[in-house]
């Protein structure tokens, strides 16, 4: 429970997929008070009791609703998916489908929708605002045979490796919903981007909102997909078999402030 957020709060870092929440508080139902009359010698005392209910609603949190894994499938020149393709060696182009992320405030995780302004709440306090980075882990997707007897994909092939380079990126694409995000005030970041071995470990600018524009419901939402393509001449040790390829993970990093000046300081004015 959280009476009052600080002027800085600090990074909090999130892994594809997970939700987080910067700060909340349980629902309160006041308890009954009691009102007792004045006693007089001789008489006995009367007691009534008095009480009331309200509802308060949950704090605003900033909360990021993020798909929690993505699968790259192959894929042809129209974009359609091939069924029970084949590695034999030739280069292939994977790419995933187009999924949903949404990031806003409200007092509920899981939306995809804007909530309404009533269902969360400040409680006096100064609204937060954010800046919300993405970083992509490593510049490689690792290579896993199939272990014939586990049935796990745990048999290592660095042969079977995917490096992130120039000439083979990891494409991140992100539609965001412009009239939405821009109407409640989001700045947009990264739309295109390609992750390579020279920049994955870099912070990428995502979306930010000044405390200054921070109310009770700005919500902002974007599709998002990504693309990849498994090189040719790639040699397996192990062959007749199935590969899958562990990828890197994306983490996103919030920075929450009260202070306008200090968000200016992370996105600029």
Not at 31 to 37: D, K, L, T
Not at 66 to 77: G, H, Q, S, W
Not at 165 to 190: A, I, K, S, V, Y
């Amino acid at each position: 429970m959280l009476n009052s957020p600080s002027q800085w709060l600090p990074r909090i870092a999130l892994v594809l997929g997970l939700f987080f929440a910067s700060f909340s508080m349980q629902s309160l139902i006041f308890g009954s008070a009691f009102a007792e009359s004045q006693q007089q010698n001789g008489e006995s005392a009367t007691v009534s009791n008095s009480g009331a209910e309200v509802i308060v609603p949950p704090w605003c949190n900033w909360v990021l609703n993020l798909v929690d894994n993505i699968n790259l499938e192959p894929v042809d020149a129209e974009g359609n998916v091939i069924d029970s393709f084949i590695y034999a060696g030739s280069q292939q182009r994977v790419t995933s489908t187009t999924s949903l992320e949404t990031y806003y405030l409200s007092g509920r995780e899981g939306l995809t929708e804007q909530a309404l302004a009533t269902k969360c709440s400040w409680f006096q306090t100064d609204p937060v605002g954010a800046v919300i980075n993405f970083t992509l882990s490593k510049g490689v997707f690792q290579a896993y045979g199939l272990d014939a007897v586990s049935g796990e994909f745990n048999v290592r092939d660095t042969g079977m490796d995917i490096a992130l380079n120039d000439d083979n990126p990891l494409q991140l694409t992100r539609t965001f919903n412009q009239g939405q995000c821009e109407g409640d005030d989001f700045q947009l970041g990264t739309e295109e981007i390609e992750l390579n071995g020279d920049n994955y470990d870099s912070d990428f600018p995502l979306v930010g909102l000044s405390p200054e524009y921070a109310r009770t419901n700005n919500f902002c939402s974007a599709n998002v997909k990504y693309s990849l393509i498994i090189p040719a001449n790639l040699t397996p040790e192990v062959s007749n078999t199935l590969y899958a390829w562990s990828g890197p993970t994306i983490t996103f990093t919030s920075i929450l402030t009260i202070d306008s000046a200090v968000y200016a300081g992370f996105w600029g004015p």
